[in-house]
């Protein structure tokens, strides 16, 4: 087969030209759409992966502050275990002094009084008794009351006034300082 060329050299040169120009113009098309779309999922994933972050920080505050509550919690009970010790340790240190100020209590009962529980607390640098008990009768429980008022390691004794609106089978709770 015969080539017949109807375009002149130089012509043909120009076509050649512009058709490499059209195949570039085409190839840089489809270069810059394939940018375009690579750059949109970049975006996407870039949109994805800050949410996630998001919600991951996020999940990080509430897990921090949640440990900083359980944390404080913890402070707080390790205080009160330790007031406990140190009263416990204050108890040792002074028990016979203690246990001399509540048998000399003891043995100032009347006869017609009955103990139910002596409670001693710490409360700053003093000690708190608080007396739990049944009295027979409203005159029994006054003596009590007028016997630890002159007693000197008793002080500052509260009684409530429902300790002496009965007449008979009185059930008293008497707080007071106690000195060691």
């Known amino acids: 087969m015969e080539e017949i060329n109807l375009l002149g050299e130089k012509n043909k040169k120009i076509w050649m030209l512009y058709n490499t120009a059209r195949i570039a113009v085409y190839m840089g098309s489809i270069t810059v759409l394939a940018i375009l779309i690579f750059a949109g999922a970049l975006f996407a994933y870039n949109k994805k992966l800050s949410e996630s972050l998001s919600i991951t920080k996020n999940s990080i505050s509430t897990f921090q502050k949640t440990e900083l509550k359980q944390e404080e919690k913890i402070k707080e009970e390790a205080k009160k275990i330790n007031a406990k010790i140190y009263f416990m340790d204050d108890l040792l240190e002074n028990h016979k002094e203690i246990s001399l100020a509540i048998k000399e209590l003891s043995s100032i009962f009347p006869s017609g009084i009955s103990i139910s529980s002596i409670e001693l607390r710490l409360i700053g640098d003093k000690y708190i008794s608080v ?27 509260e009684s409530p006034l429902s300790n002496i609106t009965k007449k008979e089978n009185i059930d008293f709770i008497i707080t007071s300082d106690i000195s060691i």
């Open 131 to 157: 007396i739990k008990g049944s009295s027979l009768t409203r005159a029994d429980f006054l003596k009590l009351q007028s016997l630890m008022e002159k007693n000197p390691n008793f002080s500052n004794i």
